[in-house]
């Protein structure tokens, strides 16, 4: 069964803390592909990130990183040091053989 | 950003009637999908095209049909519209299905069945 879970529905930080987004996802094929998405107040889709079942090497891009350990089926993003500008829904999706699959998503909001 | 455009991007439409929403892409991508998000389930699958006149079904088909009569415009048809199909409609294109890539969204058509 191919599945996404982000058991997080919503997670409410202060400014200048850190967030880790969970993403928990289930497949049968040995080889796929990880993403992750941002989509912002104003509605649109952003591509963040992607990364395929073979690297497990973690991924730092600024104040973002992602954590992906195929021993627990995770791939989780941590947002360090966060900011006003970071509320935002974000999903994390997986692409096998199948169709890509999203999870229901983890709304962030930052306060001041 | 990727060259993709929906239209219209609000509609308010009453129960029972036709709907077409249009995608429109620049990237010569092969392959084009319409997805639907609520609250909840993420985004799911509509339908997708893998070329021009050639579509399958997604996850959540029925009520939905589509066409590609050329390679940058895929539109998406509600015969009779419902409430359930209430929900912000997502175009997304890719220039291969295989894993390793990405898609690209455009900006959404909020749709309200009355």
């Known amino acids: 069964a191919q599945k996404v879970t982000q058991a997080q529905t919503e997670i409410s930080v202060v400014e200048k803390e850190d967030v880790t987004l969970d993403c928990v996802y289930e497949t049968r094929d040995t080889t796929y592909y990880l993403f992750w998405y941002k989509q912002p107040p104003s509605g649109e889709l952003v591509f963040l990130i992607r990364?395929?079942?073979?690297?497990?090497q973690n991924e730092i891009s600024g104040r973002y990183s992602w954590n992906f350990q195929k021993s627990t089926s995770s791939f989780n993003f941590t947002i360090t040091a966060s900011q006003v500008v970071d509320s935002a829904v974000y999903f994390c999706?997986?692409?096998?053989?199948?169709?890509?699959?999203f999870g229901a998503g983890t709304r962030l909001t930052v306060k001041p | 950003d990727a060259g993709i455009t929906q239209s219209p991007r609000h509609k308010v439409t009453e129960t029972g009637t036709p709907v077409t929403l249009r995608c429109h892409q620049t990237?010569?991508?092969?392959?084009m999908y319409w997805y639907r998000q609520d609250p909840g389930h993420g985004l799911r699958l509509i339908h997708y095209s893998y070329g021009v006149k050639d579509t399958d079904k997604g996850e959540v088909s029925d009520g939905y049909s589509v066409s590609r009569s050329k390679t940058e415009d895929f539109l998406l048809t509600l015969e009779s519209a419902t409430s359930s199909q209430t929900s912000v409609y997502f175009c997304?294109?890719?220039?291969?299905?295989?894993?390793?890539?990405?898609?690209?969204f455009g900006p959404g058509t909020r749709l309200t069945v009355t």
């Open positions: 990364r395929n079942s073979f690297d497990e």
């Open positions: 997304a294109i890719s220039p291969d299905r295989a894993s390793s890539y990405e898609q690209y």
């Open positions: 990237e010569n991508h092969r392959y």
């Open positions: 999706a997986l692409k096998d053989n199948n169709d890509m699959r």
